[in-house]
């Protein structure tokens, strides 16, 4: 059986989609690779869940290799532990406080709420996380790469006049918060999967795939950009390599 890669895009802390778009899949074999693109906490209500299903659970349990890259959640998470990070916990659309109530059993928060005085200092600190899950987010890949394509959260840098692969980008982090457009209309090479950037802020007359609904998977020449907004309002979508076959939670 030829050997198949299943792409997940940002999860967000919804447990509910990842279950909805997993059953949408085919059943998976020990031939078969799930690649996730990072991005599995923060906004929606189940990040401790989330974290701890693609950590443990669905390793434990499937027959395919699984494959959880980094995101940039997961690394502004480790520099919030590490030095601090007010400037990405304190706005509520990065959803740091329903991240963190995930882990604590509290209320999901209201899209505008704020922590209270008493949540503020675990918050802002990043104590809430327990310390296997620390070491999962310090262990993931920046990259990944098989037959089929190249696998990384946001996308490639250009420097003197060329895009470059991912392991000679440095720092690495860059491959996880990077959001240029020249990326997305320029780039030519062997196909790359992304995540990060909502596939609504692409060029939509640039996607070969029903670029009459820029919330769908967006696909360029060389690049696929699979972020549908999970955890804000949109949905997860899967792309099954290589025959392209696109799965969705919705």
């Known amino acids: 059986m030829a050997t198949r890669t299943f792409v997940i895009g940002d999860i967000h802390g919804d447990l509910d989609q990842l279950f909805a778009l997993l059953g949408r899949m085919p059943t998976l074999n020990a031939d078969d690779k799930v690649v996730f693109l990072g991005d599995y906490v923060d906004r929606g209500p189940d990040s401790s869940k989330v974290v701890e299903y693609v950590r443990k659970v669905m390793p434990d349990e499937s027959p395919a290799d ?7 959640h997961e690394d502004a998470w480790l520099r919030v532990i590490d030095r601090g990070f007010p400037e ?6 990065n959803g740091a406080l329903a991240c963190m109530r995930s882990y604590t059993s509290g209320p999901v928060p209201a899209l505008d709420e704020t922590p209270t005085p008493a949540e ?3 918050l802002f600190s990043g104590a809430f996380f327990p310390e296997e899950h620390v070491s999962w987010f310090q262990s993931l890949p920046y990259f990944h790469e098989d037959e089929h394509a190249i ?3 946001a996308g490639l840098p250009r420097k003197e006049g060329r895009f470059l692969h991912p392991s000679e980008v ?3 982090n860059i491959l996880l918060w990077l959001r240029t457009e020249a990326f997305f209309r320029e780039y030519r090479g062997k196909r790359v999967v992304v995540g990060h950037t909502t596939t609504d802020c692409l060029p939509p007359e640039l996607s070969s795939y029903t670029p009459d609904d820029p919330t769908d998977l ?7 950009a699979l972020d549908t907004g999970c955890g804000k309002g949109g949905f997860l979508t899967a792309l099954e390599l290589p025959e392209l076959r696109v799965y969705e939670s919705r």
């Open 151 to 153: 696998y990384v959260h």
């Open 170 to 172: 440095e720092p690495r």
């Open 120 to 122: 503020a200092d675990i």
């Open 66 to 72: 699984i494959v959880a890259l980094r995101g940039n």
């Open 88 to 93: 990405f916990v304190m706005p509520p659309t």
């Open 218 to 224: 967006w696909a360029g020449d060389s690049v696929v």
